[in-house]
């Protein structure tokens, strides 16, 4: 478990205190922004390697248990977070990597993005919170909670660093989005508009959905995801 909480805190480190932050302007001024992008995805690969295989050996050791019902809402649950975030992915996004010229770009807030300008992110977020709940081990407390932790503050930290980089461009498309979802929407600063969220990209969130879906139930049967742990294939 020590070397689980290790990698955690590293994982943890590399985003919130690095990226997104004025020591990630300085190491970009100071090597260029090729060069730190290179070696920040190696870091990052490097801790969630390290991650995954102390999560693997950590030992079982059981915490709480929400009941059955807590997992039988996964499917709708991660369902939801996939229309999130594998949506969000595909999409042209000024708070992505390398895609700030798309805030000028006219019909860029759409879809998933009318809901938040974080779609990945709190895709992530919802997964990693119900994971967190249907599990309730000691190990998966430390994996799911930290990346709870970084998806959520993770959407800060990119907002902070776009509105450095960007300026009245990213203040003009965060005036018409929301960090948290259906915030704009409310507020009356966006609309949503359902007819964009049944495109391609919905249709393929399906289909990427059902793939994890089939190999979840098929690959770990003892975990199955499915409504009474059910293991049809």
């Not at 390290?50 to 999560?55: S, T």
């Not at 992505?96 to 709190?122: C, D, M, N, Y």
């Amino acid at each position: 478990m020590t070397m689980l909480i290790a990698a955690a805190a590293v994982f943890l480190a590399i985003h919130l205190l690095i990226a997104g932050t004025r020591l990630r302007d300085a190491i970009v001024g100071a090597i260029g922004e090729g060069a730190y992008l290179g070696l920040f995805s190696l870091a990052s690969i490097g801790a969630i390697v390290w991650l995954v295989i102390a999560f693997k050996a950590a030992p079982d050791v059981p915490l709480y248990y929400l009941g059955r019902g807590v997992h039988d809402m996964g499917i709708v649950v991660v369902l939801l977070a996939f229309l999130l975030g594998v949506q969000g992915l595909m999409m042209p996004n000024p708070a992505s990597l390398k895609q700030e010229g798309s805030a000028a770009k006219p019909g860029t807030i759409s879809g998933v993005l009318r809901i938040t300008r974080h779609p990945f992110l709190w895709g992530v977020a919802l997964w990693a919170a119900f994971h967190l709940a249907a599990n309730g081990d000691e190990a998966s407390v430390v994996l799911f909670g930290t990346l709870l932790i970084l998806s959520l503050l993770g959407t800060v930290s990119i907002d902070a660093k776009r509105k450095r980089k960007m300026g009245a461009a990213w203040s003009a498309f965060a005036a018409k989005t929301s960090n948290i979802p259906f915030g704009a929407v409310i507020a009356g600063r966006n609309t949503l508009n359902l007819s964009e969220s049944f495109g391609w990209r919905f249709w393929l969130t399906l289909l990427v959905f059902a793939a994890a879906l089939f190999v979840h139930t098929h690959f770990f049967p003892a975990h199955s995801p499915l409504p009474g742990g059910a293991v049809p294939f």
